[in-house]
Nanobody
Framework: QVQLVESGGGLVQAGGSLRVSCTASGRAFNIYAMAWFRQAPGKEREFVAGISSSSTSTYYTDSVKGRFTISRDNAKNTMYLQMNSLKPEDTAVYSC???????????????????WGQGTQVTVSS
C-alpha cells in the first residue's frame, strides 16, 4: 500500500509561481511512476504531467509545457510540481497518483494509476 499526501497549494496572482509536493508513505516509492492531475470546478479531471520511477522520462500536457516542471526525490519519497507563469485557468485541485504499470514507451496520460492523493487546491487570481 502507498499513501499519497499533497501539500503546497494556495492562492497566487496570475504570473506568479507555486510548488506543490506529493509525499508518499509505504514501501518502494522508487518503483512507481508518478503523475499530477488536476480538476477544475465543473470540469473533468485532466492529466498535467508524469515522471518515470527514475526520472529518466517526463511528459507534460500541452497547456503547461514550458511553464510547469515535474520532478521527484526518491530519497525523500516526494514528487514535486513547480508551476511558473501561472494563469487563472490553472485554478484547480491538484492530485498526485502512482502507478507500477509504466514501462518505456508507455503513455503517462492513459496509464492506469493504483494510488491517488486527496488533492491540494491551487487558485490563481487575475
Amino acid at each position: 500500500q502507498v499513501q499519497l499526501v499533497e501539500s503546497g497549494g494556495g492562492l497566487v496572482q496570475a504570473g506568479g509561481s507555486l510548488r506543490v509536493s506529493c509525499t508518499a508513505s509505504g514501501r518502494a516509492f522508487n518503483i512507481y511512476a508518478m503523475a499530477w492531475f488536476r480538476q477544475a470546478p465543473g470540469k473533468e479531471r485532466e492529466f498535467v504531467a508524469g515522471i518515470s520511477s527514475s526520472s529518466t522520462s517526463t511528459y507534460y500536457t500541452d497547456s503547461v509545457k514550458g511553464r510547469f516542471t515535474i520532478s521527484r526525490d526518491n530519497a525523500k519519497n516526494t514528487m514535486y510540481l513547480q508551476m511558473n507563469s501561472l494563469k487563472p485557468e490553472d485554478t484547480a485541485v491538484y492530485s498526485c497518483a502512482a502507478s507500477r504499470r509504466w514501462a518505456v514507451g508507455s503513455g503517462f496520460e492513459t496509464l492506469q494509476y493504483d494510488y491517488w492523493g486527496q488533492g491540494t487546491q491551487v487558485t490563481v487570481s487575475s
